[in-house]
Structures are given as C-alpha cells and as structure tokens.
C-alpha cells in the first residue's frame, strides 16, 4: 500500500466535525477527541459494508468504505502497538489455542483478555469521493518539481483547491483540543502548538509522534520558506524538543523532525517522532529534515523557491494529471 496513515487533512471540504476516533476500550477510557470526551455506544452499528479500499497485513490495518444511513463513510481500523507495562497481564490472563508443535518450536493462538484487545478506529463520515480516493490503494508515480513547475503547475493547482484549514485554526484559537496540547509558545510570529498526532495512542513512546503547528498563517509548505522564516523554524526545533524531553523524556539524539513535501494541509507544520519508528510518510522522497531545512536556508535564502524537488503523488491525483498535462511526466 503506498500509504496507510490516518491524517488529519481537508481533502478540500471541512470534515473535522464528522471525524471521530474511538477504541474498543475498557470503560472510563478516554477514546474521542480531546474534550469531546467518549462516545457513547457503538457508532459502528449500522454500518455498511461497500468495498475494502486497502489493507497492510505488515501494518494491520485496513480502509473500508461503507455508508451509516446512507451517508458515504470511511472507517479505519489499526490494531494497536503491544505495551511493555500490559505484558504480565497478556501472559497471564489470555487463552492459547496450540496450534503447532515441532521439537522446540511451537504456534499458538492467542486470545487477549478484553482490555488488552483494542483496535484503533477512526470514522469519516460524511465522507467525499476524495476522501475514498485517498484511502485506496493506488499505484504511485514520483514527480519531478523544478522552482517554474512549481509557479506554473503546482501553485495553481493549490489556489483553485478549496482546502479548508478550520480545523488548524480551531487548535491555534484554542476551540478544540485543548486538552491535547503538549507545550504551546503564543508568539504569533515565531511561536506554535505542540501536540500528538492521531496515528500516535499516547501509551507508550516506542512510537511516539507529535506534530507542531505554527501560529504564522500564510506559509502554505516547503516552497514558502525563506530566510526570513528562520527564527521561526529555529524557535519549534528548539523548543519543541526541549519540551518532548521535559515531557516524554526523549532526547533529541533519539528524535526525528521533518516537514512534509507534498505537505497533507498548506499550513506550516512540523513533524516530531521517535527515531526508531518506521512513521508513514518519513521517507526519504517525501521528508526533509528540518535540520537541513535551516542550514539550506542560511546558505541560499531562496533555496527553496529555485530548488527541484521530488515528491510521491498518487494515480488519481489530481495535481498529477496536472503533471501530465504539461508534459512533466
């Protein structure tokens, strides 16, 4: 599958308010969205099954499309990552089923007790054909992006997309998620808000992803920096790791932090996750470290307006056929 992350992006319309994450969980678990709080019963009762838009065995996740009530919906369901602190519990109070035995090797079945069986699901509903489009797999095409594609094809193509970053400014104006955020400096001009992303469950640090968000409006991704964003991107490297080893108690040997080109949503934001963990989208024809990022920017502070760049983009993407279109690809 070419990607499997559950993101928080627009696709164009405002979906923020039909997207809910829950767990099947242990009562008094905080499974919703920040201070919505839990949702009550099974919201996936009723759904319908329509087709299976991907899977990864290897990542143990799958993309369904499907309809509540005739409304068009994505769910995603992700098992969630084995805990170090819940492993007495496992070994303790689950049934194993033999199902192989040869000399010193055996197979078993395993069956966790209830608490210890959680899947991750997230629920997009009402949900656009993009939003299926996205989630299916497709096979993908890595574009070649001269500084003059980017004035002719790409900045068009963005301008004409009704991307909606409500949700972003939700954050920042503290309308939601409140509850979420890590570390947070105000300063409109350099500061940002630090909290964890959705595809990390907060429950243990092997996978550990948070992403931070600038107050700055207008910086839409890489192709937008310039020298003058220094003191800004300086100011969330910095601080944003100081306040994962105060929290989380990583240091910054141990942390890998990037932007995105094509970013997910044209609002400046930063990437912070664990070194070890295979994050989607940490490759490298689409992740750029910030580290790099500042020093490129020192030497050349048009680096990133004359610069080629590469990124991934999708079949059925649209700023691909733009591509096509004029004979870039």
Known sequence: ???????????????????HKVKKARVGDDGGRG??????????????????????????????????????AVVILEKTPFREDTLDDLFTDSVLKLEMRNDIYSTYRLQAPHHLNEIKTTVVC??????????????????????DDYQSITLPYI???????????????????????VFEDPDPKVGFVLLPDFKWDQKQVDDLYLIAIAHCRGIRSLRDLKSEHLPLLQNIFQK????????????????????????????????????????PGCNVERAHLLADIIQNLQSD?????????????????GLLS???????L
């Open 1 to 19: 599958m070419s990607e499997t992350p559950v993101k928080r992006e627009t696709d164009g319309v405002e979906t923020d308010h039909f997207t």
């Open 35 to 72: 201070e919505d709080g839990n949702e009550s019963g099974n919201i996936l009762h009723g759904f319908k099954t329509t087709k299976i838009l991907s899977d990864s065995a290897r990542e143990k996740t799958i993309f369904i499309h499907g309809q509540f009530a005739e409304k068009e």
């Open 126 to 147: 009402p949900a656009t054909d993009k939003h299926v489009k996205k989630y299916q797999r497709q096979e993908s095409f890595l574009v070649e992006e001269t500084g």
């Open 159 to 181: 301008q004409q997309q009704s991307f909606s970053l409500q949700w972003v400014y939700n954050i920042l104006e503290k309308k939601a998620e409140c509850d979420r955020i």
């Open 240 to 279: 944003g790791k100081e306040a994962i080893m105060q929290r989380y108690n990583i240091p910054a040997s141990k942390l890998r932090v990037y932007l995105h080109y094509q970013p997910s949503y044209y609002h400046l934001h930063v990437h912070f996750t664990m070194l070890g963990y295979e994050a």
């Open 301 to 317: 502070p048009q680096y990133y307006r004359t610069r080629t760049l590469y990124f991934p983009l999708r079949a059925e993407d």
């Open 322 to 328: 733009r591509f096509k279109e004029m004979g870039r």
